[in-house]
Nanobody, 126 residues
Framework: HVQLVESGGGSVQAGGSLRLSCAAPGYSFDHYCMGWFRQAPGKKREGVAG????????FYANSVKGRFTISQDNAKNTVYLQMNSLKPEDTSMYYC????????????????????WGQGTQVTVS
């Protein structure tokens, strides 16, 4: 029963940056693959980025590739999402998720593949 705690959301102007954090106090992230998802009002939840157990293999949605970077600090049990060149269409509630499954290019993005979810942090870009 992994508890995920997200932080770092806020309101920024277009072109600005934010860094989201997701921590799992008392748990080791090297046992899990992690993902970031987002959901805007009236839209389905979509995968934004994923990172495998090794902390090196990463996956990105085409809409954020080149602008967002997912990374992992095992010593701090924290996964990050660095968000640069933000656009109004990035406005959404962002969720951190964890899974014991090994992820690949075709399996990182389905939300059904994840076992644990954070409460979400709001990102608003204007």
């Amino acid at each position: 029963h992994v508890q995920l705690v997200e932080s770092g959301g806020g309101s920024v102007q277009a072109g600005g940056s934010l860094r989201l954090s997701c921590a799992a106090p008392g748990y080791s992230f090297d046992h899990y693959c992690m993902g970031w998802f987002r959901q805007a009002p009236g839209k389905k939840r979509e995968g934004v980025a994923g990172i495998d157990r090794d902390g090196a293999t990463t996956f990105y949605a085409n809409s954020v590739k080149g602008r967002f970077t997912i990374s992992q600090d095992n010593a701090k049990n924290t996964v990050y999402l660095q968000m640069n060149s933000l656009k109004p269409e990035d406005t959404s509630m962002y969720y951190c998720a964890a899974t014991w499954r090994l992820l690949g290019v075709s399996t990182w993005s389905p939300e059904a593949n994840y076992d644990y979810w954070g409460q979400g942090t709001q990102v608003t870009v204007s």
